[in-house]
């Protein structure tokens, strides 16, 4: 079992900045890629990006490349999210998400990801 707690969500102003951290607990996240979605009310969670067991391999969506950044600290146990230049657009829930143990390639699609943490909003105002 892992257990994933997201942190650093909170208002913001339209071309703002913030960091989302994903701190795992129980078993270690190092051997397994990690992502991170959004969700807003009423509608179909969203993949925002996506990083491989060692860091050196990531994905993002289209509306997000060039503006957010994943990275892991494997030492530390976390994932994180650098968010730039916000739009209101971005206003959402945001998790963090954990593949199957070994699993260590990125991947896009949520049903990918078993271990799913509690999400931090991110109100983006304009």
């Known amino acids: 079992q892992v257990q994933l707690l997201e942190s650093g969500g909170g208002l913001v102003q339209a071309g703002g900045s913030l960091r989302l951290s994903c701190a795992a607990s129980?078993?270690?996240?190092?051997?397994?890629?990690m992502g991170w979605f959004r969700q807003v009310l009423g509608k179909e969670r969203e993949f925002v990006a996506t990083?491989?067991?060692?860091?050196?391999?990531?994905l993002y969506a289209d509306s997000v490349k060039g503006r957010f950044t994943i990275s892991r600290d494997n030492a530390e146990n976390t994932v994180y999210l650098q968010m730039n230049s916000l739009k209101p657009m971005d206003t959402a829930v945001y998790y963090c998400?954990?593949?199957?143990?070994?699993?260590?390639?990125?991947?896009?699609?949520?049903?990918?990801?078993?271990?799913w943490g509690q999400g931090t909003q991110v109100p983006v105002s304009s």
């Open positions: 129980g078993r270690t996240a190092s051997n397994r890629a």
């Open positions: 998400a954990a593949r199957e143990r070994f699993a260590r390639d990125t991947a896009y699609s949520d049903v990918e990801y078993r271990y």
């Open positions: 990083i491989n067991w060692s860091g050196d391999s990531t």
